[in-house]
């Protein structure tokens, strides 16, 4: 079960990992919930690495958390890219999901 204290673990290690512009969860993320597992996204101001070798980042920062995690990273200018169309993964997640970090 994704708890909140949960979450706030899956924001702390993130921010350590990543320095990242936004984090937002989608998906099922309460307590009420009977899912175990939690999807994530990741947006940075730029990426130096590949897609791959940034989602293994995230998985090995959140490697102490008892849950599945699918991460998903998009650089700033991607991630707003996938805001002009309803039906990419990005427009979603942005208007259905869990905002849970805003860079300053």
């Known amino acids: 079960m994704v708890t909140n204290n949960v979450v706030e673990e899956i924001k702390a290690q993130l921010v350590k990992a990543y ?3 936004e ?10 919930d ?12 730029e990426a130096h690495q590949s ?3 940034l989602m293994v980042q995230g998985h090995k920062a ?3 958390l ?11 200018s991607e991630f707003e890219q996938e805001l002009q169309s309803r ?5 979603k997640i942005k208007n259905q999901g869990l905002k849970i970090y805003a860079k300053a």
Do not use: M
Request: glycine fraction near 8%.
């Open 19 to 21: 320095n990242p512009q």
């Open 23 to 32: 984090i937002y969860l989608y998906g099922l993320t309460t307590q009420q």
């Open 34 to 45: 009977d899912q175990d597992d939690v999807d994530i996204l990741v947006v940075l101001e």
């Open 51 to 53: 897609k791959y070798v």
């Open 62 to 64: 959140l490697c102490n």
């Open 66 to 76: 008892d849950v599945g995690k699918n991460i998903f990273v998009y650089t700033k």
């Open 87 to 91: 039906g990419t993964l990005g427009f």
